[in-house]
T-cell receptor, first 113, second 113 residues
């Protein structure tokens, strides 16, 4: 079946530190991969996505590369800001199984000045 | 363009009472999802609609939960009667059929006391 496993948090970093949040997946078909971000009291916002192997999604300084060989989609940012404090969810969707989204449990990030 | 709109944002009810949530998807989006998000967890699918048809409701607890999407646009999710364990955030999302990206509303936070 389809599932997503992501690094447990919480993660606390100083401003300008490097961020990595690990995400691995299991899928029966050829999924698209996503990172969603949830700010306090808000809904999920799409951060970036990749639809096929070796694609790199990027947005707001965040990047993630779809690695089929390692079934991974790790999120990275070179220099985090206080405003990046949020919960980050890795997810996959697979049109062959009805485009249902499968989410990881989320990783809480706190960036301190 | 307006995003996915959900109401109410917050709801507090006593156990055994009924409750309903409303969702207005992005205009033109055929696919509508209801997700349940427990505290500290990723969202989990409750039901998915393609236009007015519920195409995946396998994870909807049908003894107390019901949903409808009349005319294939707005949708309501109902719980009757509510239990303490139903306290969670209920998220609505929508997408174009066949598109992998979904857009989420801000959610309704339900507290059952």
């Amino acid at each position: 079946g389809n599932s997503v496993t992501q690094m447990e948090g919480p993660v606390t970093l100083s401003e300008e530190a490097f961020l990595t949040i690990n995400c691995t997946y299991t899928a029966t078909g050829y999924p698209s991969l996503f990172w969603y971000v949830q700010y306090p009291g808000e809904g999920l916002q799409l951060l970036l996505k990749a639809t096929k192997a070796d694609d790199k999604g990027s947005n707001k300084g965040f990047e993630a590369t779809y690695r089929k060989e390692t079934t991974s989609f790790h999120l990275e940012k070179g220099s985090v800001q206080v405003s990046d404090s949020a919960v980050y969810f890795c997810a996959l969707s697979d049109l062959s199984t009805g485009n249902q989204f499968y989410f990881g449990t989320g990783t809480s990030l706190t960036v301190i000045p | 363009e307006a995003g996915v709109v959900q109401s109410p944002r917050y709801k507090i009810i006593e156990k055994k009472q009924p409750v309903a949530f409303w969702c207005n998807p992005i205009s033109g989006h055929n696919t509508l999802y209801w997700y349940l998000q427990n505290l500290g967890q990723g969202p989990e699918l409750l039901i998915r609609y393609e236009n007015e048809e519920a195409v995946d409701d396998s994870q909807l607890p049908k003894d107390r939960f019901s949903a409808e999407r009349l005319k294939g646009v707005d949708s309501t999710l109902k719980i009757q009667p509510a239990e303490l364990g139903d306290s969670a955030v209920y998220l609505c999302a929508s997408s174009f059929t066949g598109e992998t990206e979904a857009f989420f509303g801000q959610g309704t936070r339900l507290t059952v006391v």
